[in-house]
């Protein structure tokens, strides 16, 4: 038997890792030149933000690539097995069995991470800001702590981050909810609930299973149908309170001469292809931005019944999703693209809102604050809604109270929940497309009294009784 020539033994591993190399950056290159990269929108360009300067160590992230991808499901499985990068690397060339003797390297690259994993979730939709850690909540108690959630002024929150500024993203946000884990923190969940606060709600596993195939615009054509026509909106700049083109103030149908919004007819398709233009359109571009709407009130709606199967959480049964199943209005969801803007109010039930898709942010406003949101009148097509350009601080001159109005904010990611309390203001702007349904059970008097006073036209309020039926059976969870 010849004996190995010096290298032969060890010298494979060395040229399969070299391979791994250079199969990775050709990933990159075939990631990077088949998708378009993301531009800034036109206001905010190099050296631009809301305030004139963009904050330093901004970067706008290009969409993820096929080389991201492969990197994310390496370097993942690599951490589960507590092995070297290229160790898995290697491992995934080599496939099942002898793949990579017969010289033929195995495309079974290693499936452990989904795209809502805490690990990947970065490189698939945008990373999320740090919290600033001095506002961070007090979440290991078994109740609420007194004061939560931490607020400050508004002013500062939007000073941090603009929403007008699109896809950009600070380092950090002033995060103050806490965020429970349904596999191991329900009981907490359900205490915050009962204590009328919000929060965020994560790791269901009825609800990762349904953001794994919403991710597929095929799944939602088969639901939605390719050429049926919704009733969507689209803003309407120059509009009565309309604070810009992608600002959608909600009007009830009242008469107005020129409203914020104006009603169009999209089918799924109409919608996606509005998407893909708008990823070339600033933000700030008249008719560049739509919100896709559907909704159904039970099972058996004619036009979108489907999405209560579809959605078996936001089914009414007694379960965390609900304070009193009984009272459930629905389920309704709207699908925004990126820079859109949903204007500050209230409602007048509980919220259990899910995040399907991309990225949403909300800042969020206590009841108990109302009065310095400068609510328009009952009777006004908007009513309900806040008149003050949030994102336009050189207008606030005439508010003198709104800079200081205490807030805190909270970004949705795909598989979060946000239970909203009754009441609870809120202010949401799409960081890209994205995809959300809500559903509502039930009414908490408790701060009715303040936001009625605070909103002209409801001056009467109905007497406090405290919340309707809390709808406590924690049977099924």
């Known amino acids: 038997m010849a004996p190995r020539r010096r290298g032969e ?15 990775l950056a050709g990933g990159f290159l075939v990631g990077y030149t088949s998708t378009e990269s993301y531009d800034a929108p036109a206001a905010f360009v190099e050296g631009d933000s809301a305030e004139g300067r963009t904050p330093a160590g901004s970067t706008f992230r290009p969409p993820l690539t096929a080389g991201d991808r492969a990197i994310a499901r390496l370097a993942a499985a690599a951490e589960k097995k507590k092995t070297s990068f290229l160790e898995s690397a290697a491992k995934a060339l080599r496939g099942p069995g002898d793949a990579a003797a017969k010289g033929r390297p195995s495309d079974a690259v290693p499936r452990v991470a989904t795209p809502y994993d805490a690990a990947t979730y970065p490189l698939k939709w ?4 740090k919290r600033f850690e001095e506002h961070a909540p007090d979440c290991a108690r078994a109740t609420p702590a007194p004061g939560y959630p931490k607020k400050l002024p508004v002013s500062e929150i939007v000073a941090n981050w603009n929403p007008d500024s699109g896809r950009w993203i600070p380092e950090r946000m ?3 909810l806490c965020r429970f884990d349904y596999a191991t923190e329900l009981d907490k969940a359900f205490a915050w609930r009962d204590a009328e606060v919000p929060f965020q709600l994560y790791n269901v596993p009825e609800m990762t299973a349904v ?3 919403w991710a597929d615009p095929e799944h939602l054509r088969k639901k939605l149908g390719k050429s049926h026509k919704y009733k969507c909106e689209a803003s309407n700049p120059g509009g009565d309170v309309n604070n810009g083109a992608n600002h959608f103030m909600y009007t009830n149908g009242r008469a107005a001469k020129n409203p914020p919004i104006t009603n169009v007819k999209l089918s799924w398709d109409d919608w996606l292809q509005k998407v893909e233009e708008g990823k070339n359109k600033s933000i700030f571009e008249p008719n560049s931005r739509f919100y896709f709407r559907f909704s159904a009130q039970s099972p058996s709606d004619s036009e979108s019944g489907w999405i209560f199967k579809e959605l078996p959480f936001f089914q009414p049964r007694p379960t965390i999703m609900f304070v ?5 209005r629905g389920i309704h969801c709207r699908f925004g693209m990126e820079g859109i803007i949903a204007e500050a109010h209230w409602d007048g039930s509980r919220n259990m809102v899910a995040q399907f898709y991309g990225r949403r942010r909300y800042i969020l406003v206590d009841p108990d604050d109302s ?3 400068y609510l328009l009148n009952k009777n006004h097509p908007s009513g309900r809604h806040s008149e003050v350009a949030w994102s336009n601080p050189d207008s606030w001159g005439d508010y003198p109270r709104f800079p200081g109005m205490p807030a805190h904010e909270v970004v949705q990611r795909p598989g979060d929940f946000l239970y909203l309390p009754t009441f609870y ?3 949401i702007i799409s960081i890209d497309a994205n995809y959300q349904c809500n559903t509502r059970s039930g009414k908490d008097n408790r701060q009715s009294e303040v936001v009625n006073r605070c909103t002209p036209g409801f001056e009467k309020a109905p007497k406090a009784k405290g919340s309707s039926k809390k709808g406590k059976k924690r049977a099924a969870r």
Do not use: N, R
């Not at 033994?9 to 199969?23: I, K, S």
């Not at 009193?324 to 459930?328: G, I, P, T, V, Y």
């Open 371 to 373: 009065c310095d949101m």
């Open 324 to 328: 009193d199943h009984k009272q459930q």
């Open 126 to 129: 945008g990373p999320i800001p």
């Open 9 to 23: 033994e060890g010298g494979g591993g060395v040229v399969q890792y070299v391979f791994v190399v250079a199969l």
């Open 211 to 213: 953001a794994e195939k």
């Open 425 to 427: 203001l809120h202010y």
């Open 174 to 176: 002033y995060e103050t």
